[in-house]
């Protein structure tokens, strides 16, 4: 499975965006997927987890705030992302698991303004 990335952008504080993970190829829905992001200087972080058993679990720091869904018809997972907040600004990157096969999508930028 390839993963392409897309929906960052500039937003103002209390702001939302919504990312899209879209994946090229067969048994998506067997896919673990997961948003982590990495801002300038500190470690990748892993944001949000949607497994293929249908549960999505959350950083705390993003909890109420942010929501994984995928898309089996269209091969894509989301992150919708609410009440955004200066310390989000990171590369927002998708990353997919299914047993000893894992890919990473490229990243897509998300800043948040004061």
């Known amino acids: 499975v390839q993963l392409q990335a897309s929906g960052g952008g500039l937003v103002q504080a209390g702001g939302c965006l919504r990312l899209?993970?879209?994946?090229?190829?067969?048994?998506?829905?067997?896919?673990?997927m997961n948003w982590y992001r990495q801002a300038p200087g500190k470690q990748r972080e892993l944001v949000a987890t949607?497994?293929?058993?249908?549960?999505?679990r959350y950083a705390d720091s993003v909890k109420g705030r942010f929501t994984i869904s995928r898309s089996s018809a269209k091969n894509t997972i989301y992150l919708q992302m609410n009440n955004l907040k200066p310390e989000d600004t990171a590369v927002y990157l998708c990353?997919?698991?299914?047993?000893?096969?894992?890919?990473w999508g490229q990243g897509t930028k998300v800043t948040v303004s004061s």
């Open positions: 990353y997919g698991r299914f047993g000893v096969n894992h890919n």
């Open positions: 949607s497994t293929r058993d249908g549960d999505a």
């Open positions: 899209s993970c879209a994946a090229s190829g067969s048994l998506f829905s067997f896919w673990d």
